[in-house]
């Protein structure tokens, strides 16, 4: 099937001769072509210019194309969600309103609730039942423009439920349009039988459970939660090294709750990306930025958990390759909606819209490792193409809290209209 979108305001590209993730000034260039075009055959753009162009290159794929008039809205890549806990049972607006009357995070959790109680209910949940729940779940993030997100296990903390969690997401990758990329991350949580035997725990999940999620190819990433209380850096260390060992890329939970060294580490084990640092320290954004480390920033759950956002403003002008993602997940960030996180990116950890799309497209592809495959327009990259019900991309942020998605291209086939 041959598509070509017409009329467009803008076409955000984000096309850059940058390889890799961007950060500093990089950041702010997001290539808009006005009064633009893009043409699509199969799965993959084509091209993208001024429809003279287009037809003056590919007259026969123009003329057979099926033509969308994008008329006074603008066209970017479908935004990529590179951090979500996608797949669990039960919701907690319970503890939502215990914090509401005080209560902490970490306290609930500590009590058995939190991590520890959506746990339950997860493994309580039959397969069947999480992935109707979670195909919902899709549905509206792609509703919302998003093309691709990240779905990690680590409600189950026994290897039945992770294996439940991770095969639900693969399932989901086959059936739904949404492409869902999946980490392990059986260190979520030390469970609660495991208390006082922390790396007894830490040894199941080396030695029982990473083997397996590497031979039944389950996973790509390996993720865990460092933080005072849940697992240290020196057994978060070990996680990531045997990770890496057989074949999975290591990402990590960093700084979240208190300064934990946690940026350090990923700079130190060649994480892929460190996500959250709301607590980072100058150090750890100075070894992140040397060692190239992503920062995957999650400014819905400080909005959720009333907490310092994280110093997104710095990180970019100090060198570290900036994403942003909606952590997704039922206690910390339960939202489904991308764009409203684009929001507080701007309103609260002082970036530009301009930066804020490279952040949710490029940079998020390369979170993921597919930076060469989406999160750009370009030729020969796959056909991930959103259309917004706005004038301009300045817009998108300024009509806060309201989704504009208009129509959803995934693979080169109109999926929301
Ligand atoms: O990214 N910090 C750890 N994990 C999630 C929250 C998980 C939960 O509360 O269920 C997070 O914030
Ligand atoms: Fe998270």
Redesign the pocket.
């Known amino acids: 099937m041959t598509i070509l979108i017409k009329n467009a305001n803008e076409v955000i590209t984000l096309k850059s001769a940058v390889q890799g993730p961007r950060t500093k000034g990089q950041m702010g260039d997001i290539a808009v072509v006005e009064n633009g075009s893009v043409l699509m055959e199969g799965n993959s753009i084509i091209a993208v210019g001024s429809i003279a162009q287009l037809e003056a290159d590919f007259p026969d794929l123009v003329k057979a194309a099926e033509v969308i008039d994008a008329s006074g809205k603008i066209v970017m890549p479908g935004l990529v969600d590179c951090h979500t806990?996608l797949v669990h049972g039960g919701t907690r607006e319970q503890e939502f309103n215990m914090r509401l009357n005080g209560a902490t995070y970490m306290e609930i959790m500590n009590a058995g609730g939190?991590?520890h109680a959506?746990t339950k209910w997860t493994r309580e949940t039959s397969f069947e039942d999480l992935y109707r729940k979670t195909m919902n779940h899709l549905d509206v993030f792609l509703k919302h423009g998003v093309t691709t997100v990240e779905a990690k296990s680590g409600y189950g903390l026994d290897w039945e439920t992770e294996k439940k969690q991770l095969e639900v997401a693969k399932e989901l990758q086959a059936t739904h349009d949404i492409d869902v990329v999946s980490t392990f991350m059986g260190a979520?949580a030390v469970p609660r039988d495991y208390k006082g035997r922390e790396d007894e725990f830490v040894d199941v999940v080396i030695h029982d459970m990473l083997p397996k999620v590497a031979e039944q190819n389950l996973a790509e990433f390996n993720d865990v939660?460092c933080e005072k209380g849940v697992f240290t850096p020196e057994q978060s260390r070990r996680i990531l090294e045997a990770g890496k060992a057989v074949g999975l890329t290591p990402k990590i939970?960093a700084d979240?709750i208190e300064p934990y060294k946690g940026a350090e580490l990923a700079a130190e084990v060649g994480a892929i990306s460190a996500e959250?640092l709301l607590v980072a320290s100058d150090e750890g954004i100075q070894k992140m930025a040397e060692a190239g480390t992503i920062a995957v920033l999650l400014p819905g759950?400080a909005f959720f958990l009333r907490a310092p956002f994280a110093r997104g403003r710095l990180m970019i002008d100090e060198g570290v390759p900036v994403a942003i993602s909606t952590?997704f997940?039922?206690?910390?960030?339960p939202t489904l909606s991308l764009p409203f996180i684009m929001n507080l990116a701007c309103m609260h950890m002082g970036m530009t819209l301009e930066e804020v799309l490279t952040a949710t497209t490029i940079n998020a592809a390369y979170a993921l490792n597919r930076g060469h495959q989406i999160g750009s327009l370009e030729a020969g990259k796959q056909a991930d193409v959103i259309i917004l019900d706005v004038a301009n991309y300045k817009q998108l942020q300024y009509f806060y809290g309201m989704n504009h998605t208009n129509t959803v291209i995934k693979n080169g086939r109109v999926v929301v209209q």
């Open positions: 806990h939190g991590i959506t979520h939660f939970h979240e959250h759950t952590d997940n039922p206690g910390s960030s």
